[in-house]
């Protein structure tokens, strides 16, 4: 079975830019949750969808957008980037939502200047 | 109260040791608590989990150590090899329909050929 993937895995964008970000669940697994991994900050969560719906999210700015399709794959948004933006953006697939496996993707790096 | 305190930051060990990683938490709603891998350049890789009606959970040479009425758990490696050098992190979640995961700072581990 593939893992989970996300693309692009690199990114640079300007300040001010908006960028979108992508992932693709395990086959069969319907939970999506993003994070974000900083030096600083360690890896934080952003938000989880389930069928298609906003379960939780974390507590970041409304900058941070996401959202997830029929086939459960998901992307996340965060407009008017800028510098401390910067992160390796994770993508966790589960089959369902409450206390299951999360197997992560490899991320995307995305770089602010 | 939403902290997971994880300890200690980097940790070198002689091959064929145990590395010993520890965690506290204080939300006594958290009951599920798993373990990650990550390499440099990779995503976290789920290790093993634990829920607190158990006090101990043994996956070849991984165990994870619950002390419930402590509010600690804590990761050991027997055996350590230098394949094991990686970043740990603990994680915790609560009850509930949500994936949401709360991660510790991560420990940086060596393993000493």
């Known amino acids: 079975k593939a893992g989970v993937t996300q693309t692009p895995r690199y990114l640079i964008k300007t300040r001010g830019q908006q960028v979108t970000l992508s992932c693709s669940p395990i086959?069969?697994?319907?939970?999506v949750s993003w994070y974000q991994q900083t030096p600083g900050q360690g890896l934080q969560f952003l938000f989880e969808?389930?069928?298609?719906?906003?379960?939780n999210k974390g507590n970041f700015p409304g900058r941070f957008s996401g959202r997830q399709f029929s086939n459960s794959r998901s992307e996340m948004n965060v407009s008017t980037l800028e510098l401390g933006d910067s992160a390796l953006y994770l993508c966790?697939?589960?089959?369902?939502?409450?206390?299951?496996?999360?197997?992560f993707g490899p991320g995307t790096r995305l770089t602010v200047t | 109260q939403q902290q997971v305190k994880q300890s200690p930051q980097s940790l070198i060990v002689q091959k064929g040791g145990i590395s010993i990683i520890n965690c506290a938490y204080e939300?006594?709603?958290?009951?599920?608590f798993p373990w990650y891998q990550q390499f440099p350049g990779k995503g976290p890789a789920l290790l093993i989990a634990?829920?607190?009606?158990?006090s101990e959970k043994k996956e070849g040479r991984f165990t994870i150590s619950f002390n419930k009425s402590a509010k600690q758990f804590s990761l050991h490696i027997m055996d350590s090899q230098p394949g094991d050098s990686a970043t740990y992190f603990c994680?915790?979640?609560?009850?509930?329909?949500?994936?949401?995961?709360?991660f510790g700072t991560g420990t940086l581990l060596a393993v000493q050929p």
């Open positions: 966790a697939s589960s089959l369902r939502s409450g206390q299951a496996e999360q197997y």
């Open positions: 086959s069969g697994h319907r939970s």
């Open positions: 969808y389930f069928s298609e719906t906003q379960r």
């Open positions: 939300n006594t709603a958290f009951d599920y």
């Open positions: 634990i829920r607190p009606d158990v």
């Open positions: 994680a915790a979640s609560k009850g509930g329909a949500t994936n949401k995961l709360i």
